[in-house]
């Protein structure tokens, strides 16, 4: 290489923030507390069709045994957003399950 050329920069892309890497941790340890809870909920959901089988009893099980999954694939969403950093990503997927619960109830208030 020539002596009279610079040496390029090297190409690194910048740094996420660090408020945002304690933000997904503590987000993702609520969201194992929340995939207990929704773990118990989809164990016990067969337990909806004491009263007898209706329409709304299948919603209500399919609706429950779908949410652990759901809250799982949200929180792989998120840490993929921020992995390669698109930050569109992370409040997508740390809201859609809180959107989720809030349709679920709101269905079966």
């Known amino acids: 290489m020539p ?3 610079p040496d390029a920069p090297a190409l690194t892309r910048p740094r996420q923030p660090r ?3 304690v933000t997904m941790i503590l987000m993702s340890i ?3 507390g929340i995939f207990v809870f929704s773990l118990m909920m989809a164990i016990t959901s067969p337990m ?3 009263s007898g089988d209706t329409p709304r009893a299948w919603k209500a099980v399919i609706g429950a045994l779908i949410f652990p999954f759901f809250v799982i694939g949200n929180v792989v969403l998120a840490w993929c957003g921020y992995g390669f950093r698109r930050r569109t990503l992370i409040p ?3 809201t859609l399950p809180f959107l989720y619960m809030a349709v679920f109830w709101l269905y079966f208030a």
């Open 48 to 50: 909806m069709f004491d």
């Open 3 to 5: 002596a009279d050329l």
């Open 30 to 32: 609520g969201y194992v």
């Open 19 to 21: 408020w945002l890497l």
């Open 92 to 94: 997508v997927g740390f």
